[in-house]
Nanobody, 126 residues
Framework: QVQLVESGGGLVQAGGSLRLSCAAS????????MGWFRQGPGKEREFVAA????????IYADSVKGRFTISRDSTKNTLYLLMNSLTSEDTAQYYC???????????????????WGQGTQVTVSS
């Protein structure tokens, strides 16, 4: 059974930084695309960033491009999201996700992913 556990969320002032982690277990880490999504109060879940199975390709939502960096460490079975220059618009529950089948591609849609973590809350105070 694939399990994803996010951590690293919290309360931060505008302009600050946080690094989210997503620990994966239950299968081989490599070979599967991974992504971060978020859901703010009263909003739908939205794409944040994604990374290909071996980390060679990364894509970002326009709203976070240049501020957030997604990465993965296969030796630790962990996905990361480094978030800089945070604003109140970044306040949301953040989720990591991974696909059920091996692929070299990345995905922006929730339907590109089969397994989801429980989420970690990020709150940015202005």
């Amino acid at each position: 059974q694939v399990q994803l556990v996010e951590s690293g969320g919290g309360l931060v002032q505008a302009g600050g930084s946080l690094r989210l982690s997503c620990a994966a277990s239950g299968r081989t880490f490599g070979g599967y695309r991974m992504g971060w999504f978020r859901q703010g109060p009263g909003k739908e879940r939205e794409f944040v960033a994604a990374i290909s199975s071996i980390g060679g390709v990364t894509i970002y939502a326009d709203s976070v491009k240049g501020r957030f960096t997604i990465s993965r460490d296969s030796t630790k079975n962990t996905l990361y999201l480094l978030m800089n220059s945070l604003t109140s618009e970044d306040t949301a529950q953040y989720y990591c996700a991974t696909a059920s089948s091996r692929s070299a591609s990345v995905g922006r849609k929730p339907s590109d992913y089969s397994y989801w973590g429980q989420g970690t809350q990020v709150t940015v105070s202005s």
